[in-house]
């Protein structure tokens, strides 16, 4: 008897939802690594390989040489007592993505990281004087994210090489903001895009939505493309401060962090206040030191008087 292909013998035994994103995205079985048993391509399988697919180029250029993959460290020896007490669980497609391009983030940016504090006070004045009525009208709840996302939003408009990306010696500025939105959704980030042009409510409607798509796991790969820059909620999980990662080829994130009571100084008194540490992770390579506090300042001044936002200031 004459055999089937591999490829041909498997494919009636993929994962549903695997074969219906390969036919709507034209990719074969054959070009996806199948982590289910004997092979068998799953939906996460599909999803790793669209990340990983290299975006289209702007401008026709001859591709440059990958470099060589550096070899993965030794793992350390264990004791022979110890050995029977742990478990070796293969990672899956999506985490080898992940932790090949935030690898790669590391390797290709010259990544620096600058802190300041924000006092949440009119914020949180300010969400709860209108969060029931905002919730009525709109139907949906009011929270952060959507005032650090049109703060960083506004703070792009004037420190736009924050928005930027490096495609080979060019520098690519781009006149929208599509806001990448991590924490709270694992490890992938869904993407709200035109930012800078939506209100608070359709903003936290994209935000309630993708959470929800996650839940179920339905997140598609059209959620997490395109994304201009992204700010990273680590205070969801009482994260108090932390360096994010890039997510190339963005140049820069925003770390957020656990709100906290805190002694501040203000006006020569000492006073208590809700607290926050902002990070921001850059690319050095095209923002400078200067830009990237300014942007950070920026953000700090219009959460402490979101009336700013409404301003233009």
Not at 152 to 157: F, I, K, R, S
Not at 159 to 188: C, F, Q, T, W
């Amino acid at each position: 008897m004459k055999p089937v292909p591999e490829a041909t013998a498997r494919k009636g035994d993929d994962a549903p939802s695997a074969r219906k994103l390969m036919a709507e995205n034209n990719i074969e079985a054959s070009a996806v690594a199948g982590s289910g048993r004997d092979g068998r391509v799953m939906k996460g399988d599909v999803l790793a390989a669209l990340v990983s697919a290299p975006a289209a180029p702007l401008v026709s250029a001859p591709a440059a040489p990958a470099p060589a993959a550096a070899p993965a460290a030794p793992r350390a020896a264990s004791r022979a007592d110890d050995a029977p007490r742990e478990e070796r669980v293969k990672m899956t497609r999506l985490r080898q993505t992940i932790a090949r391009r935030l690898k790669e983030a590391q390797n290709t940016a010259a990544m620096l990281t600058t802190y300041n504090e924000v006092d949440m006070t009119a914020i949180m004045d300010l969400r709860n004087q209108y969060k029931d009525l905002f919730e009525k009208k709109h139907g949906v709840k009011l929270g952060f994210m959507s005032f650090f996302a049109k703060a960083c939003a506004h703070a792009l408009a004037e420190v736009p090489e924050v928005n930027a990306e490096i495609d080979g010696d060019s520098v690519i500025y781009k006149r929208y903001v599509h806001m990448g939105v991590a924490g709270g959704h694992g490890l992938v980030v869904p993407v709200v895009r035109d930012t800078d042009t939506k209100s608070f409510a359709q903003i936290e409607k994209e935000i309630a939505g993708f959470g929800r798509k996650a839940r179920d796991g339905k997140l598609s790969i059209e959620d997490m493309q395109g994304g201009t820059f992204t700010i990273s909620n680590g205070g969801v999980y009482g994260s108090l401060m932390s360096s994010p990662i890039l997510n190339p080829p963005q140049s820069g994130i925003l770390g957020m962090h656990k709100i906290q009571d805190r002694p501040i100084a203000l006006n020569g008194q000492v006073v208590i206040r809700p607290m926050m540490y902002l990070a921001l992770s850059y690319d050095h390579r095209i923002v400078d030191g200067q830009g990237a506090v300014t942007f950070l300042v920026r953000v700090k001044e219009a959460l402490e008087d979101p009336r700013r936002l409404l301003m233009d200031l």
